[in-house]
């Protein structure tokens, strides 16, 4: 992310997730809870949770 744009704020997430027509009451709770607040955080620590989520569901 550009230097001053960053807002601690998941506004780029949530305008992805509504974009494409999926659940945010779903995602949004869970990317928290994998210790994705905002959308830096959301980057930084989300991977590993969500290929662990993805392999255990295929």
Known sequence: MKSGRFNHSNKLAT???????????VILPWLAEQGGYCDCEILANVEESWEDDISDAT
């Open 15 to 25: 305008e992805f997730i509504q974009s494409h027509e999926l659940d945010s009451d």
